[in-house]
């Protein structure tokens, strides 16, 4: 038994959080029923992965399971990864039905004619998503399975969700799926976080924007405790107020959680009583970062409890509407220098 | 623009009520809910505010308020301002006694290092006293609701005997000039 095989082994079940390890093993199937009964899964980990590992010595474990291992914990947490999104162009035949076999064929061949030593692993899940995880070599090293790139391609739609994909591999992995897919070319979209689920909502447009009619609740609707009769609110109509232009800039439902959003300004400095910095002939380059565990929920907040100024900047609202979360504003109005309009 | 009178409405039996100021609302909310969850003997109305001038529209429905606690969050500055600024609406009755003030943050350990002086400052100056709390925990806004319940119960005049301005003279929190320094 190789020893990288059962350091990867290792660091992948390190991962695991002790919670799910009963089903993610079981889903993995590699353990034969007996010796899944044989794990006590209350005693500390540290003694259960040893057991693991004996287990799978016995069952003669490939780094093509390991590997399998691997692609199961990161379907199940996909949050623990930072995702970039792209979108394919120009796409050949107009009705066009992926086979997967085909895609995941001609995938495998293009990259591995590209790079000797690749190692792929792909999987459809349900959802219509294929999950591809490609761990990189160079002509003459064995592929480095500590820092895979995550590929999910959500079929039938022209969306591919990327993750720790290295700039120099890049331009490998963009012709493989290009030509897999029998698209043109592929672009990188203003889009990034953690929650894999609400990019794929964002770019598929599901999620859905108040409309603007005007719902008058009134406030005596709430079904408030008894305690909470004595208790008046002296600006009421203010607080209720605030809660209206809330929920009209950002809708009723569940806001898509994205966990940062940037604008990187290059407007001239304008400020009449600073003579330094105002009239220079090149823009004054400057960044604005906002994060938050989910930044778009936390601004509505803001707005509803009153301590960020309503209306809201349309460069903020219209984020969710947009689906990007990093903006260039150019003196002319934002825009971005080079993105295909979604 | 409106001015809270002390004095103008009729009591209510067996009534008190207290109006909690502040700019964080639902801080505001939390130690409400704390006050009414406690057992009292009396009806307790809460009102709450983010800031003094009152909309007059509440004026007619309004009771006489019997307490007033001005919540500031010593993380913020904006909060104090605040509080300051409210402080012109309120008939100058008030400040015998049924004025207080109440610190939260006190144990971030972000805390702006001149915020605590301005508020003991504005304290001593409009003969309040300060209370610290934090409205984290249960068990912290319990016995914060708590002491507030027992003032109010003086400041409506419920206790024979005791009155906002006797207790006020008492506390120890409460300074009794703006020159002498604030107990430590």
Redesign the interface.
Known sequence: MEDSVITFLEKTLQRIPSSSLKSILSEWGFLSAEQLQDLHFQQSKHILHNKVLAFCEENGVRIRHVIQLDMIYNHEYPNKRNWSVYQFSGQEDDALVLNMTEFSQKFKVNLKDLLRHVSIGMKKCEDDAVWIRVAWGDNFTKPNQFKPTYVVYQLQTPYVFISNLNVKHRPLLSQALVIATKHDEIKEIQLRGRCLKSLKDLVLRRYKQSFQTHQLKPLQERNSPERDQGIVHEHAKRLADLKEVATQTFGDGPLPKLETAVFKLETKFKDPENRILTNRPEPFRCAVKFSSPSFLESLKSLVTLGIASAPVSPLLSSIPQKARNHFVISERGPGVPSTPAP | MSVLKTFNKLPELNTANI?LVGS???DL?KL??SI??ENHSF????????SLP??V??EDS?PRIDLLVFMVNLRSSYSLSLAESSLKFIDPHYFLGKVYFLATGARSSHLSSDLLPSLRKLSASSHSPVLFADLESDSDRLSVARRFLTLLRIAAGLVPGASALFLNTLLKGAPASANEDPPN
């Open positions: 109006m964080d609302v639902s909310e409400s809910r009414m969850d009806n307790v109305n809460v009102r709450l505010a983010q009152l909309p529209e509440n309004r």
